[in-house]
């Protein structure tokens, strides 16, 4: 490290800039929310496949199971989601592609 006075507050703010970039940094700084699984906070999953309204979202408009990324649900409701979405595709309540 150089005894300048500038250079170490040049490295500092880059320092800050790059901690700043990942997560508990950036919600910190409010620039993230931090997201809820919709059905930890409701209590469960509490329908069954016959009921594909309640999922149909988490499907993309080519039919496509959503990640956990884009449907926000946590590893174990994504997990149920799915099996739901596959047991809906299996009897043709829902179709496999679009
Ligand atoms: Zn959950």
Request: charged share 40%; hydrophobic share 30%; glycine share 8%.
């Amino acid at each position: 490290m150089r005894g300048k006075k500038g250079g170490l507050a040049l490295r500092r703010e880059s320092e800050y800039r790059k901690t700043a970039r990942n997560r508990k940094a950036k919600e910190q700084l409010g620039v993230v929310r931090k997201r809820f699984c919709r059905y930890c906070k409701e209590g469960g999953i509490n329908f069954d496949y016959k009921e594909i309204k309640r999922f149909e979202k988490f499907v993309s408009e080519r039919g496509k199971i959503l990640s956990r990324r884009y449907s926000g649900n946590c590893a174990k409701h994504q997990r149920k989601i799915a099996a739901l979405i596959k047991r809906a595709r299996f009897l043709a309540l829902m179709p496999y592609t679009k």
